[in-house]
């Protein structure tokens, strides 16, 4: 079963300007969650979509939306960059949400570069 | 609100020898445990989680967790070192229909 595939791999952007990063989740899976990865920050939970549904949302400005698709691909958008907002953006799977203790399995990631 | 504490930054330890990387938590409820590992520029992969039963996991390549309720700790062991498993260690919690809190990552590094 082919795994989390996210992409572009790598994107060089420029302040002010918008960038969308994709997701496909591993077949069957309906869960998909956005996390963004700085070496200060660590790991923060930006969103997770199920059934085409946000149900749930971390702390980051309304520049950072996304969405689901009836096939379970997501996108998140990330308005008017900011150099702020360079980082590794992971993308997450899992089955369902509806299971106790469901593990998420990771694409390998977004490399966003703002200059 | 959930949290995850990983005390150590770092943790060097030689190969052959037993290695453990720490975890504390708080959760309100019943916590779900689970260990991940990221290599250089790769996604996250799961090694093991806890969900409730034996309170000694097993995991993937070797490693092992054991969970102490009343010191609300999650530590990821592994009996002996190879070089190759030095990487970055998250450590992450969740409760039923909440989503994961990470910890902020260990790095170890197995020294030959």
């Known amino acids: 079963k082919a795994g989390v595939t996210q992409t572009p791999r790598y994107l060089i952007k420029t302040r002010g300007q918008q960038v969308t990063l994709s997701c496909s989740p591993i077949s069957g899976h309906r869960s998909v969650s956005w996390y963004q990865q700085t070496p200060g920050q660590g790991l923060q939970f930006l969103f997770e979509?199920?059934?085409?549904?946000?149900?749930n949302k971390g702390n980051f400005p309304g520049r950072f939306s996304g969405r689901q698709f009836s096939n379970s691909r997501s996108e998140m958008n990330v308005s008017t960059l900011e150099l702020g907002d360079s980082a590794l953006y992971l993308c997450a799977s899992s089955p369902t949400r509806d299971t106790l203790g469901y593990e998420q399995y990771f694409g390998p990631g977004t490399r966003l570069t703002v200059t | 609100a959930q949290s995850v504490a990983q005390p150590e930054d770092q943790v060097n330890v030689a190969e052959g020898n037993p290695l453990t990387v720490k975890c504390t938590y708080s959760?309100?409820?019943?916590?779900?445990l689970f260990w991940y590992v990221q290599y250089p520029n790769r996604g996250l992969q799961f090694l093991l989680k806890?969900?409730?039963?034996?309170?000694l996991v097993k995991g993937s390549y070797g490693f092992e967790a054991e969970f102490n309720k009343s010191q609300t700790s999650f530590h990821l062991k592994k009996p002996s070192a190879l070089v190759s498993d030095s990487a970055l260690y998250f450590c992450?919690?969740?409760?039923?229909?909440?989503?994961?809190?990470f910890g902020p990552g260990t790095r170890l590094s197995v020294l030959p």
């Open positions: 806890y969900i409730t039963g034996d309170n």
């Open positions: 959760v309100s409820g019943n916590p779900y």
């Open positions: 992450a919690v969740t409760n039923y229909g909440q989503n994961f809190v």
């Open positions: 979509y199920f059934s085409e549904t946000q149900r």
